[in-house]
């Protein structure tokens, strides 16, 4: 079983929808929580950074976390087709940025 | 903007050819990583370094190594490529260890070995 659980997808919406991406995970001692976002053919870049449980909004996004559940999702309101990209989320215990574990994606798209 | 650069996006070698990834970031960063991102896969850390001359190994380090002789520049080589190490490799900085400082990655470099 991986450590970090992502539906590849893809996730196809309209325009508009709200959309939820989420990841499972099974190491309870996780306390800090990222979402990148990967464009086609460009790497990673940083969306959401959240520590240990609760809720994070910046703009269209809000970043959540049920520790209990083990459960994390992104949320994206007023999707937009520029939307459209790979979702990762990653984690770790510690305070350190080279010990995150990754998600394996989910491919989001947005259509118009 | 913080720029990481990966002089080569593709590239097509031979099994037992050795193969060199160059890296090269701006921002004076003490921090430089190399990841691999297979589909179904997480990103997986090969090598990171946190000073010149000082590297750490990942999670993946078998059939690597790296080198970092100037701060901005972080190489990563495979000595003998093989199939199994076709792939996208990523290399990415970032300011300093701790976690709320983000990785700045570069556009990859993907890897076909035949």
């Known amino acids: 079983q991986k450590e970090v659980e992502q539906d590849p997808g893809p996730l196809s919406v309209p325009e508009g929808a709200i959309v939820s991406l989420n990841c499972t995970y099974s190491n309870s001692a996780f306390q800090y929580f990222m979402w990148y976002r990967q464009y086609s053919r460009k790497g990673p870049e940083l969306l959401m950074y959240t520590y240990s449980s609760g809720n994070k909004e910046d703009g269209r996004f809000t970043a959540q976390v049920d520790k209990s559940s083990k459960y994390i999702s992104l949320f994206i309101r007023d999707s937009q087709p520029s939307d459209s990209a790979t979702y990762l989320c990653a984690m770790s215990e510690g305070d350190s940025n080279y010990q995150l574990i990754w998600g394996a994606g989910t491919k989001l798209i947005i259509k118009p | 903007d913080v720029k990481v650069t990966q002089s080569s996006r593709y590239l097509v070698k031979r099994t037992g050819e050795k193969v060199f990834l160059e890296c090269v970031q701006d921002m004076d960063h003490e921090n430089m990583f190399w990841y691999r991102q297979d589909p179904g896969l997480g990103l997986r850390l090969i090598y990171f370094s946190y000073d010149v001359k000082m590297k750490e190994k990942g999670d993946i380090p078998e059939g690597y190594s790296v080198s970092r002789e100037k701060k901005e520049r972080f190489s990563l080589i495979l000595e003998s490529a093989s199939t199994n190490q076709t792939s996208m490799y990523l290399c990415?900085?970032?300011?300093?260890?701790?976690?709320?400082?983000?990785?700045?990655f570069g556009e990859g470099s993907r890897l076909t070995v035949l």
């Open positions: 990415a900085s970032s300011l300093n260890q701790v976690l709320t400082g983000e990785l700045f």
